[in-house]
Nanobody, 124 residues
Framework: QVQLVESGGGLVQAGGSLRLSCAAS????????MGWFRQAPGKEREFVAG????????HYADSEKGRFTISRDNVKNLAYLQMNSLKPEDTAVYYC?????????????????WGQGTQVTVSS
């Protein structure tokens, strides 16, 4: 089992940046592909970015390409989401998730473990 704890959310103006962190504990972090998802009020949880077990392969939702960067440190058991050029529509609760296996998936139900989420609010 893996426990995940997100941090780094907050209030930022449009055009600003935030870096979210996801700290993992429990079983071997490097055995899991990781994903970041977000959920805005009244909307379904949506995929933001994913990274493979090794960190060599990443994937982004179209709206995040070029603005967000996912990374991981398998020594420190951390995953990150660097978010630049933030927009008001990026406002949501952001979750990190882990799934057993080499590669990420874009569907939330394919992830086994979830953090509690961190709020990101982007003001216009």
């Amino acid at each position: 089992q893996v426990q995940l704890v997100e941090s780094g959310g907050g209030l930022v103006q449009a055009g600003g940046s935030l870096r979210l962190s996801c700290a993992a504990s429990g079983r071997t972090f490097s055995s899991y592909a990781m994903g970041w998802f977000r959920q805005a009020p009244g909307k379904e949880r949506e995929f933001v970015a994913g990274i493979s077990m090794s960190g060599r392969s990443t994937h982004y939702a179209d709206s995040e390409k070029g603005r967000f960067t996912i990374s991981r440190d398998n020594v420190k058991n951390l995953a990150y989401l660097q978010m630049n050029s933030l927009k008001p529509e990026d406002t949501a609760v952001y979750y990190c998730a882990a799934r057993s296996g080499t590669y990420y998936r874009t569907f939330a139900n394919e992830y086994e473990y979830w953090g509690q989420g961190t709020q990101v609010t982007v003001s216009s």
